[in-house]
């Protein structure tokens, strides 16, 4: 079992930033990889960056340049920098780890509103 409590959400004008934060507990040393996910209201949940356990990462084009994904293993955390934020990033952020087996958990999710 893996518990994923992000934070860091909030509200941000166009332009701005924010750093989500996700921490990990429990059987965290199985862990392959982490990621941020994203739920627009009325949208399909959709990938924005990933981080295995080597410490590859990948982002949606969406978000490069602009989303940075990393992690603390001494604090079992995983971040997502998002700068130069736009409208369109206004979501649900979701954190999953994906252990052996394609087993996912989920966070409970943060909110990100950017507007003016």
């Known amino acids: 079992q893996v518990q994923l409590v992000e934070s860091g959400g909030g509200l941000v004008q166009p332009g701005g930033s924010l750093r989500l934060s996700c921490a990990a507990s429990g059987s965290i040393f199985s862990i392959n990889a982490m990621g941020w996910y994203r739920q627009a209201p009325g949208k399909e949940r959709e990938l924005v960056a990933t981080?295995?356990?080597?410490?590859?990462?990948n982002y949606a084009d969406s978000v490069k340049g602009r989303f940075t994904i990393s992690r603390d293993n001494a604090k079992n955390t995983v971040y997502l920098q998002m700068n130069n934020l736009k409208p369109e990033d206004t979501a649900d952020y979701y954190c999953?780890?994906?252990?052996?087996?394609?087993?996912?958990?989920w966070g409970q999710g943060t909110q990100v509103t950017v507007s003016s």
């Open positions: 999953n780890a994906v252990l052996p087996g394609m087993t996912t958990y």
């Open positions: 981080i295995t356990s080597g410490g590859s990462t």
